[in-house]
């Protein structure tokens, strides 16, 4: 009996410590975010090159031309890239008097990668690049924000990151998706784990030209490695949260698990820590919650309170959301498991599929 109870004891006080770390770790990134958020400076403009590589036609397509066409930035030059005359985005570029530049295909790197160091290239006078992904909605400010930081020397890419919202009504594969995307947001939030969302990014000319341009056009990931070369060269990374570019998703349970492993796999072959640290925070996150039942049901019901930081996540999450509270509470509470799945699968993987093309993951 006393050994029972110096065990619940000890249960207890575990529960209590989570509760008391995880507390901290959020009042902490809050502080750190408005410590470490990046600063809008005024930026002496001279030739801003936007790059916009397409492949197909996504959802909005149009709206997102329009977007890109009408910022607050006065003098920029916007160039769409695409693989092959003949894709069906072409005809509605040309509509849109978009500047149209076809993929040379001389470089290793896939096929998005390819289509930005075509653009690069032609282009590398510019002072500034922007890449913008061709399913993304941006706001008027979108360039302007992303412009405004590389007035600091020290900061050598400035980015945001995307929420992703249901095309149509959506199904609970679309807001799976919408949560999974929350936590890139709270990354880019802190400082220590932001990274370059490549469909959202802009750099100084002198980041990539004249050193880094042969590493980039070669790779498979446009983000992971400008990402990189920031972290190589010791250059922040800032985040431009005050815009709020918009994904629009149409997903069913293939769809999304192909993208998310996908995106798990590119980060760990970038750096296997990204999987030790995934698998361990999930893994541990899976345990805790499982274990907490049989503790909440046979034990004490009082453990039943250590669900509390699992139900402040998943708050956190319903926070964003105004529509359907509903479906974001249950992805919410999937998604740990999920994650935990793409750990795994990232790390089995040795290659990815994109866009109809196979790529092998460097280990």
């Not at 149409?250 to 030790?276: L, V």
């Amino acid at each position: 009996m006393i050994q029972d109870i110096e065990i619940i004891k000890i249960l207890w006080a575990f529960i209590i410590l989570v509760l008391i770390v995880f507390l901290s770790l959020r009042i902490y990134l809050v502080v750190w975010w408005k410590r470490q958020s990046s600063s809008q400076k005024n930026i002496a403009l001279k030739k801003v090159t936007v790059i916009f590589p397409c492949k197909g036609v996504d959802l909005n397509f149009e709206k997102n031309l329009d977007a890109i066409k009408h910022q607050t930035v006065e003098q920029y030059n916007i160039v769409a890239v695409v693989d092959h005359l003949d894709d069906p985005a072409v005809q509605i570029l040309k509509k849109h008097n978009m500047e149209i530049l076809v993929s040379d295909g001389g470089h290793s790197g896939s096929g998005k990668v390819g289509a930005i160091a075509t653009a690069l290239k032609k282009y590398q006078e510019s002072d500034y690049f922007a890449i913008l992904d061709s399913d993304t909605l941006v706001k008027p400010n979108w360039l302007q924000s992303l412009l405004g930081p590389l007035a600091d020397k020290n900061i050598g890419a400035s980015t945001t990151y995307p929420y992703y919202d249901p095309a149509d009504r959506g199904n609970i594969w679309d807001y799976i998706k919408k949560t999974w995307g929350y936590l890139g947001i709270n990354m880019m939030e802190f400082r220590l784990t932001r990274f370059v969302w490549g469909g959202s990014v802009a750099f100084r000319n002198d980041l990539i030209f004249p050193d880094n341009f042969e590493k980039f056009a070669n790779s498979i990931s446009d983000d992971s490695t400008i990402t990189s070369i920031c972290k190589e060269r010791n250059l922040k990374i800032a985040y431009a949260h005050n815009t709020r570019p918009v994904v629009y998703t149409r997903e069913d349970r293939k769809t999304f698990m192909e993208w998310s492993n996908r995106q798990i796999a590119i980060s760990i072959s970038h750096s296997k820590n990204a999987f030790y640290a995934g698998i361990g925070i999930y893994g541990i996150v899976i345990l805790y919650v499982i274990a907490l039942i049989p503790l909440s049901i046979f034990v004490w019901n009082l453990f039943l309170l250590g669900y509390i930081p699992w139900g402040m996540a998943i708050a956190i999450n319903v926070s964003r959301e105004k529509q359907n509270i509903m479906m974001v509470t249950i992805a919410s509470i999937v998604l740990p498991f999920i994650y935990f799945i793409n750990m795994i699968t990232g790390v089995r993987s040795t290659h990815i599929e994109w866009r109809g093309k196979k790529y092998e993951l460097k280990k």
